[in-house]
């Protein structure tokens, strides 16, 4: 099992930037599917955005543009740039990741299509 440490989060004034971060513990697979997901108190977790191990990248449609998933395979980190931020973006963003890759289940945004978790860091975003 990987574990996953996110961090970055914060409290931000609408229309501010944010970098989450979600550090590995060890070697990740060379076939895998990761992604960030968000949740607030009483809804179902959110796809927010994939990327899988071919570089291909999938984005819920309420952030795309404005959010861009990336990773950095020396560092075992996998990033979540925000920008624009919009009062609907508060949540608990979680990383995940799961080993092997397939291309459809990558690009469901579905929380069902990953095993391994983080803890999640909190997103704040001011009106």
């Known amino acids: 099992q990987v574990q996953l440490v996110e961090s970055g989060g914060g409290s931000v004034q609408a229309g501010g930037s944010l970098r989450l971060s979600c550090q590995a513990s060890?070697?990740?697979?060379?076939?895998?599917?990761m992604g960030w997901f968000r949740q607030t108190p009483g809804k179902e977790r959110e796809g927010v955005a994939t990327l899988g191990s071919d570089g291909s990248t999938k984005y819920a449609d309420s952030v795309n543009g404005r959010f861009t998933i990336s990773r950095d395979n020396a560092k075992k980190t996998l990033y979540l740039q925000i920008t624009d931020l919009r009062p609907e973006d508060t949540g608990m963003y979680y990383c995940a990741y799961n080993r092997g890759y397939n291309r459809g289940a990558c690009s469901s945004l579905l929380a069902s299509a990953f095993r391994d978790w983080g803890q999640g860091t909190q997103v704040t975003v001011l009106t």
């Open positions: 060890k070697y990740t697979a060379t076939s895998y599917c």
